[in-house]
C-alpha cells in the first residue's frame, strides 16, 4: 500500500467568525465609519454572494482607541457594530429610534437626554470619528449562548469626560550662567 492510498480527504469546515471577542469595561470607542442600511437594501458580500437588508440599521466599523490599563493590548482591535432601528410594536414593519435602545444611547449622546422631546433624529455623519465610552461584551447568536464577536453594551455609553484647560503658566525668567559669573 503506498502513501498515496492512505490519502484522506476531510469535509471543509463551515467557516467560523474571525470577529474578535473583547470583554472591556470602560473602554473609550471611537467610530471609524458608519452607513444607513434601510429595509430591502441589496448587500454584495466579498464572495459574491447577495443578501437583502430585513431591519433597518446603522452599521459602524468601532475600533478601540484607550483601555484600562490591564486591558491595553486591545487598543487598536477593531470590529463591525450595528444599531438598529427597534421597531414600534412586534410585527408591524414600522420602525422608530427610540430610548432604551443602542442606537438611542448613540442618539443621546449626541443630542442630549432631551433629544426626545422632538423627532430624534441619527444622521450617520454624525457618527463618524465620535469617541465615547462604553463596556464591551461578548456578542451572542440570537437565541444561543454561541459567542460570535463583541457588542457594546448599551446602558453603559457615556461621553468622554470634559477635558479641564491647563492654566498658561509663563516661564521663569532664569538668569543665563554670564550673568552669574
Known amino acids: 500500500m503506498t502513501s498515496l492510498d492512505r490519502l484522506i480527504t476531510k469535509?471543509?469546515?463551515?467557516?467560523?467568525?474571525t470577529a474578535p471577542v473583547l470583554t472591556i469595561n470602560d473602554a473609550v470607542v471611537k467610530v471609524?465609519?458608519?452607513?444607513?442600511?434601510?429595509?430591502?437594501?441589496?448587500?454584495t458580500k466579498k464572495d459574491g454572494s447577495t443578501f437583502t437588508i430585513d431591519k433597518p440599521h446603522i452599521a459602524c466599523e468601532m475600533e478601540v482607541?484607550?483601555?484600562p490599563k490591564r486591558k491595553r493590548g486591545d487598543v487598536g482591535t477593531t470590529w463591525y457594530e450595528k444599531f438598529y432601528y427597534?421597531?414600534?410594536?412586534?410585527?408591524?414593519?414600522?420602525?422608530?429610534?427610540?430610548?432604551?435602545?443602542?442606537?438611542?444611547a448613540l442618539t443621546e449622546l449626541i443630542?442630549?437626554?432631551?433629544?426626545?422631546?422632538?423627532?430624534?433624529?441619527?444622521?450617520?455623519?454624525?457618527?463618524?470619528?465620535?469617541?465615547f465610552?462604553?463596556?464591551?461584551?461578548?456578542?451572542?447568536?440570537?437565541?444561543?449562548?454561541?459567542v460570535i464577536g463583541t457588542r457594546i453594551d448599551?446602558?453603559?455609553?457615556?461621553p468622554l469626560?470634559?477635558?479641564?484647560?491647563e492654566p498658561e503658566i509663563e516661564a521663569p525668567d532664569f538668569p543665563t550662567i554670564a550673568e552669574e559669573a
Open 65 to 67: 482607541v484607550d483601555a
Open 133 to 146: 465610552i462604553c463596556n464591551l461584551v461578548p456578542k451572542t447568536e440570537v437565541g444561543n449562548t454561541k
Open 86 to 104: 427597534p421597531e414600534t410594536r412586534k410585527g408591524s414593519g414600522e420602525y422608530e429610534n427610540r430610548q432604551g435602545t443602542k442606537i438611542g
Open 32 to 43: 471609524l465609519s458608519a452607513e444607513l442600511l434601510r429595509e430591502g437594501d441589496v448587500i
Open 11 to 17: 469535509k471543509a469546515k463551515k467557516k467560523e467568525s
Open 154 to 158: 448599551h446602558e453603559s455609553v457615556e
Open 111 to 131: 443630542h442630549g437626554e432631551d433629544c426626545w422631546d422632538d423627532e430624534a433624529v441619527l444622521d450617520p455623519d454624525d457618527l463618524e470619528g465620535l469617541t
Open 161 to 165: 469626560p470634559e477635558e479641564e484647560e
